[in-house]
């Protein structure tokens, strides 16, 4: 049971991004939710360490592992009341895939078990002085998630005082090119974020799920998506990513790395066909978008 609290966390970690925007769904801002996500990744360290050492199991260890799986539990439910039972829910992060009921019917068992193990085994009660051997797992457990991958204190720093790319965007190869739906002649007017993003790119579904996120929340930013890959992997993508309600198209082939590059995602900043910036999804600021589009 340690064993898996410890390896749930740290899978968690790479990529971090995708359990820090599970709570920016739960309303945290974009600034809180890197330090919310790591203190979580935290508690789970600490739960499995203290399972592993076998020590204060009834007073604290398997309260503490209890509660931890009935809020993701919780988590789960309104996940798939919302969204339904599709994608991964990041219980392991993106290294093992599971749907949020798969998730929830793990989290019920490890919950049924934790009740077996309070009435068979207590393990070991530390007293007096041999508690404070407690405070360095609590400190290790805690300090881990931020030195393993600490958070950028940077993050929101504004990319818009970069100078702007101001480069021209030949929109006409996406106009004569796309397929699935027809690309609107309005994005070669005003201000449009146009994300250029790969069906199978594991960087590209966490970018799709942070603008899912700043569309919900916004409705009006002008998000754009250009997918490259087969139609039938589609789906799979919507499932993870929830952004079929993002207008959409699909370039494949040459034309889209005409445009997009070879690093991917590219998320271009375009004004009247001229992208002014070209960010990457770690820096993707709603608030510095939302200036963006007012100036």
């Known amino acids: 049971m340690g064993a898996i609290f410890i390896f749930s966390g740290y899978t968690k970690l790479y990529p971090i991004e995708p359990f820090e925007f599970t709570f920016v769904d739960l309303g945290f801002n974009w600034q809180i939710a890197p330090f919310v996500a790591r203190l979580m990744i935290a508690v789970e360290f600490l739960i499995g360490i203290l399972l592993v050492l076998n020590v204060n199991l009834r007073k604290f260890s398997y309260k503490l592992g209890i509660g931890i799986l009935v809020f993701f539990c919780v988590y789960l439910i309104l996940l798939m009341a919302i969204l339904g039972n599709k994608g991964n829910c990041g219980c392991f992060g993106t290294y093992l895939q599971m749907t949020p009921l798969q998730a929830l019917i793990k989290n019920i068992i490890m919950i049924v078990v934790f009740f077996i193990l309070y009435k068979c085994h207590q393990g070991w009660e530390l007293k007096n002085k041999l508690r404070l051997l407690i405070i360095p797992v609590f400190l290790a457990s805690f300090l881990m998630p931020f030195i393993l991958n600490p958070v950028e204190l940077n993050y929101s720093e504004a990319y818009l005082n970069k100078p702007e790319e101001n480069f021209k965007i030949e929109l006409d190869t996406l106009y004569n090119n796309a397929s699935l739906n027809i690309p609107p002649k309005?994005?070669?007017?005003?201000?449009?974020?146009?994300?250029?993003?790969?069906?199978?790119?594991?960087?590209?579904?966490?970018?799709?799920?942070?603008?899912?996120?700043?569309?919900?929340?916004?409705?009006?930013?002008?998000?754009?998506?250009?997918?490259?890959?087969?139609?039938?992997?589609?789906?799979?993508?919507?499932?993870?990513?929830?952004?079929?309600?993002?207008?959409?198209?699909?370039?494949?082939?040459?034309?889209?790395?005409?445009?997009?590059?070879?690093?991917?995602?590219t998320i271009y900043l375009v004004n009247n066909s001229t992208v002014e910036h070209d960010v990457n999804y770690f820096v993707l600021d709603q608030s510095e978008v939302e200036k963006w589009l007012a100036e």
């Open 186 to 265: 309005t994005l070669s007017q005003g201000k449009h974020i146009i994300a250029f993003l790969s069906l199978t790119c594991s960087h590209c579904r966490i970018a799709a799920k942070k603008i899912r996120i700043m569309h919900e929340r916004n409705p009006e930013i002008p998000f754009y998506f250009v997918l490259d890959g087969k139609q039938e992997k589609l789906q799979s993508f919507f499932d993870d990513t929830h952004t079929e309600g993002i207008p959409h198209c699909m370039l494949n082939g040459k034309s889209f790395f005409y445009l997009a590059g070879t690093v991917l995602p």
